[in-house]
């Protein structure tokens, strides 16, 4: 007998005679369990005579398992790929201009080594990486079944020749740079369970016929330059269980038929521009638990079907326009990890049961026109970490009590008011700016808190100042404008506000970067900037924000003022080098005074390139003596180029000067510095420098 036929019989014969023997004979005579020595009497047992017998064909069948699957792996490497896939494959790569890395392809042959082996197929040394089945013809013939070109910036088109490989159910080739259209014949491929052609430069529309992959588990195509709508036909792919489109420059209507894909666990579709209404029908996708829609084009309101989602750990809903919506649709939600509706017009108060949530780490509410008060059992909850309620109508005092565990909490721009519970001075992140809070000699305070609230009270009246500048992330520096811009180096996080010692100007930050670990609020580079008229070290430093960046001119006189913001890309590669990094795309609002100056503004768009200084200039007036410049991320641009989290408002510079002679000073007090959540920060000098001041 052969061991695969063993096994057959073990299984089929043994198993059930044992097992069933076994229970009911140790149910009926309650058989004690444990390792105790057998005596002699035990060994006549019948019952563990049935336990040897079992352990004994267990080991056999054990045996002959590892005996098989080394037979299996010796019989795949006598065997050879399929000549017809091998020529499919050199042409493939011929094309890409790639090759096979030692791993595999061992004197010649495509499906040997890590192929065959059991080598992990996603692991970095394996790239690009081939899987193959040696099973077939009595174990001659290898067809090749996974290809992964995974990062490597190859440039090309998608190869005709991958019709070839008509065994392929894995197809990976993110993070590259090809071009061209995706073509019809693609729904030939039909042995297809993961397609997965994201972060590319293909273009043209969705073919219809990539409905016809209908065994497609996940499908991922998001940032790229396609165009067009979503073909009705991909609501054939019943399987479907990951579908990623976000970035990839389709727009319109989702179609009615994708109300078939009841199987979805994960939809990805923020920043593209999707319209009309989010459909109802995905309240029918009880699977789903993950679903993501920011900066698209959609009308409100969300669907009150969302309520029967009930395993979704993580729901991104922003960008709302048209009609408002409330919470109801949460209430069985129950299992929520993270919920961001951010700017979604979400109307209505806070709900009275969110101390339910138990599950709840991250929240964002902010950007909405939530009313009532605060719930205490909102700042006691056993997992929250992140609140943002900014930018609401919330009234009333903050709790009296915060949990451990809820180390950021941005408050900002609502009415709260009373005074500040002592919990406030011992967490590491809170924004508390314009909102009513009362000051005085017995009150807890914040540096600087007293000046960011809603009448702006400092200098109020009595102006010290005509204009301010501002290098942004960086040390003070003085331009080739003969502009001294001041240090802003501070530690900004994801809930922070910042005041100068002068009370001249101000900064407040609020966001968090999705899916990035350690973030940083400032981007560094030596890399040199170029532009007409501009300081190149003035973009050495540049703020960076995932959500909503402040800067405030206190104590202005009243009256038209002109203001200068600069700009440069220096995150993403110039897009004529042709790689995946290049396809980055940053896009944000700009509002000054409250009224919005640009909208989807693309710093790299403006400057005809990156590494490009560009300046935008604005007449605007002062009327109460602060000047507010508030940088906006609306959900769009790409997410995650060149890595996770890379998006939001992005600034180098600010100055802003009246446009009429001043008729105050404009000198602040000898001391100099910011007010800050963690005190005053002074202007540090290198000792390098000081000895030198002091020398000359």
């Known amino acids: 007998m052969s061991c695969a036929e063993l096994q057959i019989s073990l299984l089929v014969t043994f198993q059930t005679k044992l097992v069933v023997q076994v229970v009911i004979m140790a149910q009926i005579r309650n058989y004690p369990s444990g390792a105790k020595k057998r005596t002699q009497k035990q060994k006549k047992d019948p019952l563990v005579q049935l336990q040897l017998q079992a352990g004994y064909l267990l080991f056999l069948f054990g045996l002959c398992f590892v005996g098989y699957s080394w037979f299996q792996v010796s019989t795949a490497q006598n065997a050879t790929t399929d000549p017809s896939e091998v020529r499919a494959l050199n042409s493939i790569f011929s094309q890409w201009d790639t090759q096979a890395v030692a791993l595999w392809n061992i004197s010649g042959e495509p499906c040997s080594g890590s192929a065959i082996n059991g080598t992990e197929f996603e692991s970095p040394p394996n790239n690009p990486a081939i899987i193959c089945d040696c099973t077939y013809d009595s174990g001659t013939t290898c067809h090749i079944t996974k290809l992964r070109v995974y990062a490597l910036n190859k440039r090309g088109v998608f190869a005709k020749e991958l019709l070839a490989l008509r065994y392929l159910t894995f197809l990976k080739i993110d993070q590259n740079y090809f071009t061209g259209p995706l073509p019809a014949w693609i729904g030939n ?9 994201a972060h590319n430069a293909f273009s ?14 996940m499908l991922s195509f998001g940032i790229n330059n396609f165009s067009g709508t979503l073909p009705p036909e991909l609501g054939n792919l019943v399987k479907l269980q990951q579908l990623y489109i976000n970035s990839c420059g389709l727009g319109g209507e989702i179609p009615s038929t994708f109300a078939n894909l ?3 666990q994960v939809l990805w579709a923020s920043d593209s521009p999707f319209s009309g209404r989010i459909p109802d029908f995905i309240g029918n996708w009880t699977k789903i638990n993950s679903l993501r829609f920011q900066g698209n084009s959609f009308r409100g309101p969300i669907p009150t079907s969302f309520s029967q989602l009930t395993a979704l750990n993580s729901l991104r809903i922003g960008d709302i326009c048209n009609v408002s919506s409330s919470l109801d649709f ?6 929520l990890t993270d919920l961001a509706l951010r700017n979604a017009l979400i109307t209505g108060s806070i709900p009275s049961d969110i101390g339910e949530y138990q599950s709840l780490q991250i929240l964002d509410l902010s950007f909405n ?6 719930p205490g059992v909102l700042f006691n909850m056993s997992s929250l970490t992140y609140l943002f309620l900014g930018n609401n109508s919330l009234q009333g005092a903050l709790p009296s009590q915060k949990s451990d565990i809820l180390h950021t909490i941005d408050l900002s721009y609502n009415y709260l008011s009373g005074s500040l519970p002592p919990w406030v001075t011992s967490i590491s992140q809170l924004n508390l700016v314009v909102n009513n809070f009362t000051f005085d000699s017995s009150n807890i305070n914040l540096p600087g808190l007293n000046c960011l609230q809603r009448n702006f009270p400092c200098n109020r009246n009595t102006p010290k100042y005509a204009k301010f500048s501002i290098n942004c992330g960086g040390l003070e520096l003085r331009g080739s404008d003969d502009i001294l811009y ?3 180096d501070s530690a900004i996080g994801p809930a922070t506000f910042n005041v100068t010692s002068s009370e001249k100007w101000a900064v407040s930050n609020v966001g968090l970067f999705a899916d990035r670990k350690n973030p940083s609020f400032v981007v560094n580079t030596l890399a040199q900037v170029t532009g007409t008229d501009v300081t190149p070290e003035l973009f050495q430093t540049s703020r960076l924000s995932p959500g909503s960046l402040r800067y405030y001119g206190l104590g202005l006189e009243n009256g038209p003022y002109t203001v200068k913001l600069q700009f440069a890309e220096t995150v993403y590669d110039d897009r004529a080098l042709q790689t995946w990094q290049s396809l980055g795309r ?7 005074q409250g009224n919005l100056v640009l909208k989807d503004f693309d710093i790299s768009k403006e400057a005809g390139g990156v590494l490009r200084a560009v300046v935008k200039t604005f007449s605007v007036n002062v009327s109460e003596n602060y000047l507010e410049i508030h940088l906006f991320w609306a959900g769009k641009g790409t ?19 009246s446009d009429f002679t001043p008729t105050v000073s404009g000198v602040p007090p000898t001391t100099v510095g910011m007010k800050s959540r963690i005190g005053l920060m002074g202007i540090l000098v290198p000792v390098g420098v000081l000895v030198l001041l002091v020398i000359i």
């Open 586 to 592: 940053r896009m944000f609002d700009i509002y000054i």
């Open 189 to 197: 491929m039909t042995a297809l369970t993961l397609l997965s052609i």
């Open 639 to 657: 997410c995650c180029t060149p890595d996770q989290g890379h998006y939001g408002p992005l600034i180098a510079a600010v100055h802003a000067a």
């Open 204 to 217: 043209g529309p969705i073919p219809k016929e990539l409905g016809n992959l209908k065994d497609l588990n």
């Open 262 to 264: 009841r199987n979805m």
């Open 369 to 374: 026109n939530l009313t009532g008060q605060l």
């Open 486 to 488: 001041e240090t802003e």
């Open 330 to 335: 949460i209430k069985n939600l129950k299992n």
